[in-house]
């Protein structure tokens, strides 16, 4: 049974910082998929963050946080990172890890692509 397990969600201020993680278990071949994180703010729809390619690499889904966020994964450990600096307040929300439905191919930016998702981790960010 695939699980994602998502974790380091917490309070801060704004301009602080953040790490959060997500643990993949349940299935082999974890190198071959795309891993993605995601975020649902005050309001909005699931919208993408940033998406980790199976062999390294990621790219940016959400303008906004290009330059403050970064993501990345250690296959090794079956785990993807999200790095969140220089926090705002519109930041605040709930943030998802993400499995792809499908092996390689390119990493989309769509939730409907993804098939396994972590439960989720609140990130509030007070001005």
């Known amino acids: 049974q695939v699980q994602l397990m998502g974790s380091g969600g917490g309070s801060v201020q704004a301009g602080g910082s953040l790490r959060l993680s997500c643990v993949a278990s349940g299935y082999t071949s974890y190198s071959d998929y795309c891993m993605g994180w995601f975020r649902q703010t005050s309001g909005k729809e699931r919208e993408g963050v940033a998406m980790?390619?199976?062999?390294?690499?990621?790219?940016y889904s959400a303008d906004s946080v290009k330059g403050r966020f970064t993501a990345s994964r250690d296959n090794a450990k079956s785990t993807v990172f999200l790095q969140m600096n220089s926090l705002k307040p519109e930041d605040t929300g709930m943030y998802f890890c993400?499995?792809?439905?499908?092996?390689?191919?390119?990493?989309?930016?769509?939730?409907?692509?993804?098939?396994?998702w972590g439960q989720g981790t609140q990130v509030t960010v007070s001005s």
């Open positions: 993400a499995r792809a439905t499908f092996t390689y191919g390119p990493c989309s930016t769509s939730p409907t692509a993804y098939t396994y």
């Open positions: 980790l390619y199976p062999a390294g690499g990621m790219s």
